[in-house]
């Protein structure tokens, strides 16, 4: 296939792999489509040796990179204060994660020091969201080959721009309304990655199926041809057929990915994902403070339930959360069966759609031979 973003980003078929999971982005890139690395939890040295890998393992393909740099790259030499940002979280709610995880056989006392760590350094990551390390950031991607770069949240900062301008290298900003992707396309951005409400991770309330065709008229009533990448629980190739007939120039997906061979998903959380249907997910706050469509597990339902604790506004409901689900995770890998039963992890709603463990090469085949399938499917409709 040969279309826009094909030639923009120097791939064969227009399929990008979001991904944690260095071995999935390498594995992507090498089958056709592009990997797209989420560093968001790098410092600039872990994002140095993660990209130095992925060089070294692509064949010399492109990938991209996801990061969230706030518009205003500032603040450096300021510090965050770590006593003050743990301080900040409400006993309540901390009452609430060991009751819950009491409750489920989980002994939140025995492992409380452990959480208590994870959150620390949480906090002090969490300078990677501040000016000083952003920058550091941008300065470690740039020196990698990389072919795209995408901003997780909001409006990329104007030195992203001119950075990926200058390296001649195409960014990208990930949207959920159609009034973001104007205002996106205005800031200067190459790509826009319209995020349906079925997606996995951070996401709005449209459909795909809605926000694709609206993005992509609102672009066009402007005259403006910057390219569209369809998102959000698209899982096979005639989904991305679809979304390809209503605009979009390619696919975007997180979740497809979480179940396969390279993937570093809780292995019991892949087996969870395996046998889920597409109503086993749930978009909440309770996750990150702001709305994040996960797993469904007792986990979820116990914060969906009257009388839990309202989520905290970002970022502090990520250090209620993050630290105990951490926890759980490694215990769930054991014999605790509570902790099997809480362990959930973001995806969206083509779960349902995930059923059979595949290598991510083998997932971008399949996808490949459906769009296929799903063209001929369309032309044989037209015909008859
Ligand atoms: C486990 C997981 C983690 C995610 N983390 C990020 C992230 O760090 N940055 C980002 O831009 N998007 C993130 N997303 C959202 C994806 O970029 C993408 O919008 C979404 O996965 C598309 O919908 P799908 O999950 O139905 O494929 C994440 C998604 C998942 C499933």
Same mark, same amino acid.
């Given at each position: 296939?040969?279309?826009?973003?094909?030639?923009?980003?120097?791939?064969? +078929?227009?399929?990008?792999?979001? $991904?944690?999971?260095?071995?999935?982005?390498?594995?992507?890139?090498?089958?056709?489509?592009?990997?797209? +690395?989420?560093?968001?939890?790098?410092?600039?040295?872990?994002?140095?040796?993660?990209?130095? #890998?992925?060089?070294?393992?692509?064949?010399?393909?492109?990938?991209?990179?996801?990061?969230?740099?706030?518009?205003?790259?500032?603040?450096?030499?300021?510090?965050?204060?770590?006593?003050?940002?743990?301080?900040? &979280?409400?006993? !309540?709610?901390?009452?609430?994660?060991?009751?819950?995880?009491?409750?489920?056989?989980?002994?939140?006392?025995?492992?409380?020091?452990?959480?208590?760590?994870?959150?620390?350094?949480?906090?002090?990551?969490?300078?990677?969201?501040?000016?000083?390390?952003?920058?550091?950031?941008?300065?470690?991607?740039?020196?990698?080959? *990389?072919?795209? *770069?995408?901003?997780?949240?909001? &409006?990329?900062?104007?030195?992203?721009?001119?950075?990926?301008?200058?390296?001649?290298?195409?960014?990208?900003?990930?949207?959920?309304?159609?009034?973001?992707?104007?205002?996106?396309?205005?800031?200067?951005?190459?790509?826009?990655?319209?995020?349906?409400?079925?997606?996995?991770?951070?996401?709005?309330?449209?459909?795909?199926?809605?926000?694709?065709?609206?993005?992509?008229?609102?672009?066009?009533? &402007?005259?403006?041809?910057?390219?569209?990448?369809?998102?959000?629980?698209?899982?096979?190739?005639?989904?991305?057929?679809?979304?390809?007939?209503?605009?979009?120039?390619?696919?975007?997906?997180?979740?497809?990915?979480? /179940? /396969?061979?390279?993937?570093?998903?809780?292995?019991?959380?892949?087996?969870?994902?395996?046998?889920?249907?597409?109503?086993? /997910?749930?978009?909440?706050?309770?996750?990150?403070?702001?709305? $994040?469509?996960?797993?469904?597990?007792? #986990?979820?339902?116990?914060?969906?339930?009257?009388?839990?604790?309202?989520?905290?506004?970002?970022?502090? @409901? $990520?250090?209620?959360?993050?630290?105990?689900?951490?926890?759980?995770?490694?215990?769930?890998?054991?014999?605790? @069966?509570?902790?099997?039963?809480?362990?959930?992890? #973001?995806?969206? @709603?083509?779960?349902?759609?995930?059923?059979? @463990?595949?290598?991510?090469?083998?997932?971008?085949?399949?996808?490949? !031979?459906? +769009?296929?399938?799903? +063209?001929?499917?369309?032309?044989?409709?037209?015909?008859?």
């Amino acid at each position: 296939m040969n279309n826009r973003i094909c030639d923009m980003l120097g791939i064969e +078929f227009p399929l990008v792999a979001f $991904s944690h999971c260095r071995d999935v982005v390498a594995a992507v890139s090498r089958a056709g489509g592009m990997g797209v +690395f989420g560093g968001v939890n790098c410092s600039p040295e872990t994002l140095e040796e993660e990209l130095s #890998w992925i060089d070294d393992h692509v064949d010399g393909k492109p990938y991209g990179l996801d990061i969230i740099v706030p518009n205003k790259v500032e603040g450096k030499g300021e510090t965050l204060d770590p006593d003050a940002v743990l301080a900040a &979280i409400p006993d !309540e709610h901390k009452q609430f994660t060991n009751d819950l995880m009491q409750h489920h056989g989980v002994d939140a006392e025995r492992i409380a020091d452990d959480i208590e760590m994870v959150r620390r350094d949480q906090v002090a990551s969490a300078e990677n969201l501040r000016g000083g390390t952003a920058a550091a950031i941008l300065d470690v991607a740039f020196r990698h080959p *990389i072919k795209l *770069i995408a901003n997780a949240l909001g &409006i990329p900062p104007q030195v992203m721009l001119e950075m990926g301008e200058r390296h001649g290298v195409p960014v990208a900003a990930l949207v959920g309304t159609r009034e973001h992707a104007m205002s996106q396309v205005a800031a200067g951005v190459d790509i826009i990655i319209a995020v349906g409400g079925e997606a996995g991770g951070h996401t709005g309330e449209i459909s795909t199926m809605v926000l694709i065709p609206e993005v992509c008229n609102a672009l066009a009533e &402007i005259g403006d041809d910057t390219p569209v990448l369809a998102a959000g629980g698209i899982a096979t190739g005639a989904q991305m057929a679809a979304a390809m007939a209503m605009g979009a120039s390619g696919a975007w997906c997180g979740s497809v990915w979480l /179940t /396969t061979v390279e993937a570093e998903t809780n292995p019991v959380v892949k087996e969870k994902m395996l046998v889920a249907t597409s109503r086993d /997910t749930v978009r909440a706050r309770s996750r990150t403070g702001k709305p $994040s469509r996960q797993l469904r597990s007792p #986990w979820t339902d116990a914060w969906e339930a009257e009388g839990a604790p309202t989520p905290l506004p970002m970022p502090l @409901q $990520s250090l209620v959360a993050e630290p105990p689900l951490r926890t759980i995770d490694k215990l769930s890998q054991g014999e605790n @069966q509570g902790a099997k039963d809480l362990a959930t992890y #973001w995806v969206g @709603q083509g779960v349902g759609l995930m059923n059979t @463990q595949m290598t991510a090469g083998q997932v971008v085949q399949e996808f490949k !031979e459906d +769009f296929l399938t799903a +063209f001929e499917r369309l032309s044989t409709n037209l015909e008859e």
